[in-house]
């Protein structure tokens, strides 16, 4: 089984490959917290984004199963645990942090976690924060590591839920007054999204079922136990605002393309009665045209004229009266 002090020997190459983007950490004991180290000091070591060389060390050096690595950066994985001779691999779910660019989809991604005897590795497929924000418990031992990260997983869940609420409401009140259907297609995203949250968030649920079941192989004590069962509360929590968004969100979908095809409706209705208002006026125009001189030259007399004119602005008129009388 490889330790931190045996990848030292490895620090030349790991100047070869200044691109890498390794983290190392250890636990300060006495304020409960990750803090930054050297390499030899490590307890828990973080690959964000591991290119072939990382991949080739955590499979030489650290023992792990090609298939495993894989899976913890594959964003379709489901969370899983699994036990090995000298390491357990746990792979749980989380959001990516939201882009502009990828218009109201809010997606998902894998986190590779193997736990060895005195030293954690966690592998990530991208450079996201990975201890930020605070947790009601402290760290005394990797154990505590691998709660937080599932803490912090479940935390990320539940912002996003809270941000497609919010951009659900917005969306709601612009689809009110729009006759364009992109409102109506970023809703149908923003259901997208939900379904993948919830996979996640209950794909989760089940690691930490079996987290639970194996909680003395993992190394976890008595209050350790107990803060799993907390974050599991959490989790199940996170689970029923899911569900309850997506059913809200699916339910009021077709009353939503319905109120987009009202507007519509009313837009071609108004330009209906505007059609026949100028129509009306037209024929008015039409009929006396070919028996009404134009007031040229000066001699003849000008009111028949402004009489037409006045003819046809007032059926024009009357047209929108009475859409107005009979609320067409």
Known sequence: MATPADETQTA??????????????RIDEEGGRLVPCAQGEAQVIVYNSPTIEDEADLLDFHNIDYHTLQSSLDPDELSRLEFEHDHAAL???RPKSFCADDNFLLKLTSTG???YEDYLVVVMPDDAPLFEGRVPFQMHSIQDVILRLLYQSISHFEGHLKAINMLSDSLERRIITSMETRYLLNMFTLEKSLIYILNSINSNAA??????????KLGLDHDQTNILDDIAIENQQCLRRSEIY?????DLMDARASIVSHNLNILIKQFTIWTIAIMLANLV???FSMNVKLPL????????FYLINILA???AIGVFWLSRVRKW
């Open 91 to 93: 792979i749980f779910k």
């Open 113 to 115: 976690v193997f736990l």
């Open 313 to 315: 602005l007032g059926s």
């Open 297 to 304: 030259p000066m001699e003849v007399e000008m009111w028949p």
């Open 207 to 216: 690691l930490l079922d079996k987290m639970k079941l194996a909680a003395e």
């Open 285 to 287: 125009v039409g009929v």
């Open 246 to 250: 997506s059913q809200v969100i699916a």
């Open 12 to 25: 030349a190459a790991d100047s070869s490959y200044p691109d890498r983007q390794r983290s190392f950490y």
